[in-house]
């Protein structure tokens, strides 16, 4: 390194030295040393951490997922030194340094560069998030304390951003999204009408026609036809891939939107019957979205809301698999509740609608709930015989009439709820082998479910007095809840927690309190 970088360097590495000593977080200090060196994003965080560049390479290089990276450190100083010269780095690239730098992935980049990467590539930078890493990081969590654990306490509802700071975020954001001015826009006015920043996640992967016909829409510009409603139709399944990857926050205020969208799209007097229907299939679907979303902040008082909407619109439609659908998911709310009575109930009518409804698919999702419901309710092994018809089921071949809400059916979906099933039976030498090969086979896009996943299988290691691998499983559940804001995940370790109470000298449960608290999950 030559002379004046490594003085420039050391000098860094003292003041960071100083800086974290009184608490401050690495973005911090990065800000701080952004006011009297005018480098790149990655050099600042270099200096903020006070490594050399020989040590920064060997850190990517041991972090790189597929243990092939073979970065030297020329092409590092070429990374840094972009865009002034140099070469850009890849978005996969940028994502390590992230884990490396204890930060997120959008902080390493100028406005300018982000928006010089692709569509997918956007996607990867937006979810590349490792702050909790950084020990002076605090990270407020919201799940309510458990009784028997040191938890936190819930903290009150998101607060709503005043309109001018939400304005200006978004600007900026829009700004890095997109170059042309015109197209510029209109993305901001689309952003604006659903949801804010959140929003652009969506919007990007829309062609500019797409734009342009949902813009239309909006204004009351001309009728409502089938290619704008399979606008709203993609934007909804992208919306639950979001809500499956990053959490229920984040997709809540689009989804919200969204739905206050729809309902001012059905009030135009001149919209054709069939055209009217879709819309209002939409508007189910984003009331069905938003219940599970507010489910999975626990905040049942809202879910019941928008369960009861759907099932509104359900009735409006006279679906009888809409309405099974939402029936089975106010069940297995109620069953998480801990509401037997309530759980049975919603079962009953789910299951009768489902027969009315015709639609294989959906039964073999109704069998599924009732097998849930059996095994945690009744204790009835007989309830597994539901997940073997759920499974036959959900072999057929699907067709024209399966519905869209039903895209995660799957055989191997299915099998993965008998582990859940064989924990509730206290069979763990059952559930534990089926866990083992249903995280193989795990989608690794699902976090939320990987995460109930660990801690069912955790479960089934303490029934056998398996506790180091327990204290493995619901530390690596924990892992996924740094990069998930569902606070049901959050309210299910400290449950599993909770179980490993006679242990609580045990070296492993320990280490795994310590990792907890460092994650702001126990205090």
Same mark, same amino acid.
């Given at each position: ?13 003292? @003041? ?21 060196? #005018?480098?790149?994003?990655? &050099? ?30 020329? +092409? ?79 903290? =009150? =509802?998101?607060?709503? !951003? ?9 600007? +900026? ?9 015109? +197209? &510029? *826009? ?24 797409? @734009? *342009?016909? /949902? ?7 001309? =009728? ?23 959490? =229920? ?9 969204? @739905? ?47 369960? #009861? ?19 089975? /998911? ?29 639609? @294989? ?19 009835? #092994? ?6 073997? +018809? ?9 067709? #024209? ?37 249903? /995280? ?7 976090? &939320? *479910? ?47 927690? !909770?179980?490993?109470?006679?242990? *609580? ?19």
């Amino acid at each position: 390194m030559p002379g004046e970088g490594y003085r420039i360097l050391l000098g860094c590495r003292r @003041r960071s030295e100083a800086l974290r000593a009184c608490s401050l977080t690495f973005d911090q200090i990065a800000g701080v040393f952004a006011l009297d060196h #005018e480098v790149s994003p990655l &050099r600042l965080y270099r200096y903020a951490h006070g490594r050399t560049a020989g040590e920064v390479v060997a850190a990517y290089n041991d972090l790189d997922p597929a243990g092939t990276a073979t970065l030297r450190a020329p +092409r590092f100083y070429d990374y840094e030194a972009w865009p002034q010269a140099g070469r850009r780095p890849s978005a996969g690239a940028v994502a390590i340094f992230a884990r490396v730098y204890q930060t997120a992935a959008r902080r390493l980049l100028t406005d300018e560069v982000y928006a010089s990467y692709g569509v997918r590539d956007r996607d990867l930078l937006d979810q590349a998030d490792h702050r909790h890493l950084d020990a002076n990081h605090s990270r407020q969590v919201s799940a309510p304390a458990v009784p028997g654990t040191k938890g936190t306490k819930a903290l =009150p =509802p998101l607060v709503p !951003v005043p309109a001018p700071a939400r304005c200006a975020d978004l600007l +900026r954001a829009v700004g890095a999204e997109e170059a042309d001015v015109k +197209r &510029r *826009e209109l993305l901001f006015e689309l952003a604006l009408l659903l949801g804010g920043t959140p929003a652009l996640g969506l919007l990007r992967h829309l062609t500019p026609p797409e @734009r *342009e016909r /949902l813009a239309a829409a909006a204004r009351h510009q001309g =009728p409502i036809d089938a290619a704008t409603i399979d606008v709203l139709d993609n934007l909804t399944t992208r919306l639950w891939r979001m809500d499956e990857t990053m959490g =229920p926050r984040q997709i809540i205020p689009v989804a919200d939107a969204k @739905r206050a969208l729809v309902q001012d799209l059905l009030k135009q007097g001149s919209l054709r019957p069939a055209s009217r229907d879709r819309l209002l299939h939409v508007y189910w679907s984003l009331s069905h979205l938003a219940g599970w979303a507010h489910y999975d902040l626990m905040d049942y008082q809202g879910a019941t809301q928008r369960y #009861e909407e759907g099932l509104a619109v359900a009735h409006e439609l006279r679906a009888p698999a809409l309405l099974a659908h939402l029936h089975s /998911l106010s069940a297995n709310m109620a069953l998480y509740q801990g509401k037997p009575t309530v759980a049975m109930d919603h079962s009953f009518a789910a299951e009768g609608w489902a027969k009315n409804s015709g639609n @294989r698919l959906q039964q073999a999702a109704i069998s599924l709930m009732m097998a849930r419901v059996s095994a945690g309710v009744r204790r009835d #092994e007989g309830g597994l015989r539901f997940l073997d +018809r759920a499974i036959d089921l959900a072999c057929e071949k699907r067709n #024209e009439s399966d519905l869209r809400h039903l895209f995660w059916i799957s055989p191997e979906r299915i099998a993965r709820h008998a582990v859940f099933c064989l924990v509730e039976l206290k069979q763990p030498e059952r559930a534990i082998p089926l866990a083992q090969q249903t /995280l193989v086979k795990a989608d690794p896009g699902w976090n &939320r *479910e990987r995460g109930i996943l660990y801690l069912e299988y955790a479960t089934a290691l303490i029934q056998k007095r398996e506790i180091p691998e327990a204290s493995a499983m619901i530390g690596a559940a924990a892992q996924i809840s740094v990069r998930h804001s569902s606070v049901r995940l959050l309210h299910s370790i400290r449950q599993a927690r !909770v179980r490993l109470a006679p242990w *609580e000298d045990n070296k492993h449960v320990q280490d795994l309190d310590e990792r907890l608290r460092s994650l702001a999950i126990l205090v």
